[in-house]
């Protein structure tokens, strides 16, 4: 057997020359894998890988769009927040500052108000004395006149006289209230 | 045992150990096969490799036909294993090498490379085919004649004729006095010794994959006799392990073909160092 194996291998080509049917086929066998990737396949996945990337960026920057027009949209927000807030201020210190004036002026006219009452009450009063006070500085004049003249007798004629009399007397009076006081 | 020894696999006789029977170890013997059709004088035949590798060609068509035909923006389960891989050679290997700008027009050969190779590599394992379609030198000497035609007239166009020579013996003027041992050693090794390796690497590591695989396989089925079934369960054990290390080889020596591809023409790309 072993001569058998022997003269098998005697009679065998080299393996490292190769035998030119299978050089043919192996480069057929090539060329087709190579046609088909190159013509049509890979260009194929190509194509889809680039608009898969694309795809990706795309959502990407709609996303980062979105982003930016959110913090925008949260910046104005705030920026009128921050606005409608100083204008609420501005407002409340107005009605204070107004309602500081009103009670100021409302204040000052109730006294405007008392003193002239006040005044009008004194004017009275000082009327109603001086009224009262002649009404009865004659009475009593009359009065005194009258119990004189019973108590003398007759009448006491001389008015000029009688009322200057009477006049000191009051004053007397009136000297002697003022010091009492 | 028939009287053709190229013909015969292990299991298609009753020999065992014990049996007065010498131990059918694989050789060369195991790498050639009677034409399916067609006399092999005649140079017009068709063989179970060539069956394979047309075969294999049609698979990896057939996946990304079915992957990539109508690719959707939003991939399916086909479409993503597909562009995993599309997008490993793109980027992990060709970018990588070749820079995005320069890279771009050869990925589809590199893509191509890859996959018929690892295809080819894979048949190995594959029930029933059970044999690399690149342990046959024929096949990646004709992927590396591709690669080396490439290389040569991508190094003409980008530097013409002296810079051709230039970038081919690695002309460097610091060198000085050992410039021209260099540069002739450098003419060897480039323009002859590698397109030689470069096929030569894949062939030799799937030739000696299978080899190893053979080897374990008909000593499992050798042993089954006797005491030696004891060796031949240890021998079953390493044609397990030995499948799945090959699976690992197999697509590492697609990548180490590719990846050597892309530093060829890179090289030729590059301005002369």
Excluded at chain 1, 3 to 17: C, D, T, W
Excluded at chain 1, 81 to 88: I, M, S, V
Excluded at chain 2, 217 to 243: E, K, Q, R
Aim: net charge negative; hydrophobic share 50%; glycine share 6%.
């Amino acid at each position: 057997m072993s001569q058998l194996l022997i003269v098998a291998a005697e009679e065998m080509e080299n393996p490292l020359v190769p035998p030119v049917p299978e050089l043919v086929i192996g480069l057929i066998a090539f060329v087709i894998v190579f046609g088909f990737l190159a013509w049509k396949l890979l260009p194929n996945i190509n194509k889809v890988l680039e608009q898969r990337r694309e795809a990706i960026e795309g959502g990407i920057e709609k996303a980062e769009a979105a982003q930016t027009e959110a913090q925008s949209v949260l910046e104005q927000y705030k920026a009128q927040l921050a606005e409608a807030r100083h204008e609420a201020a501005r407002l409340r210190q107005e009605a204070q500052e107004q309602g500081a004036t009103l009670i100021t002026e409302m204040r000052a006219e109730g006294q405007r108000q008392r003193e002239e009452i006040v005044a009008a009450g004194h004017a009275q009063i000082e009327a109603d004395r001086k009224a009262a006070a002649s009404a009865l500085r004659q009475d009593v004049g009359k009065l005194a006149t009258e119990l004189a003249g019973k108590l003398v007798g007759e009448s006491l004629e001389d008015h000029a006289r009688q009322s200057r009399v009477i006049d000191r007397f009051l004053d007397e009076l009136e000297e002697k209230a003022e010091a009492g006081r | 045992m028939s009287a053709d020894p190229t013909q015969v696999l292990a299991f298609e006789t009753d020999c065992h150990i014990f049996d007065g029977c010498g131990f059918p170890a694989p050789g060369l013997h195991s790498f050639l096969f009677e034409p399916l059709w067609g006399d092999a004088d005649s140079n017009v035949y068709f063989n179970k490799t060539m069956l394979l590798a047309l075969l294999g060609s049609i698979v990896i068509v057939g996946f990304f036909w079915a992957a990539f035909r109508k690719p959707q923006v939003v991939p399916g389960k086909l479409q993503m294993v597909a562009e995993a891989g599309y997008d490993f050679i793109r980027r992990g290997v060709v970018y990588e090498t070749i820079g995005k700008k320069e890279g771009e027009k050869y990925v589809p050969l590199i893509v191509s490379l890859f996959f018929f190779i690892w295809m080819m590599n894979l048949w190995s394992i594959i029930p029933v085919a059970q044999f690399p379609v690149t342990a046959i030198i024929a096949y990646p000497a004709v992927l590396a004649l591709i690669v080396y035609v490439l290389w040569v007239s991508l190094t003409f166009k980008r530097h013409g004729f002296v810079g051709f020579f230039k970038n081919v013996t690695g002309y460097d003027k610091s060198l000085g006095a050992v410039l021209p041992l260099a540069m002739l050693i450098e003419f060897f090794s480039n323009l002859l010794v590698r397109p030689f390796t470069h096929a030569v690497r894949l062939f030799a590591n799937m030739f000696a994959g299978h080899t190893l695989l053979l080897l374990f396989t008909i000593a499992s089925w050798y042993l089954l006799n006797g005491i030696g079934i004891a060796y031949a369960g240890v021998s079953f054990i390493m044609t397990v392990v030995m499948t799945a290390f090959e699976l690992f080889i197999q697509a590492l020596q697609a990548y180490v073909f590719v990846l050597l591809t892309c530093t060829y023409i890179q090289g030729a790309l590059a301005e002369h160092h």
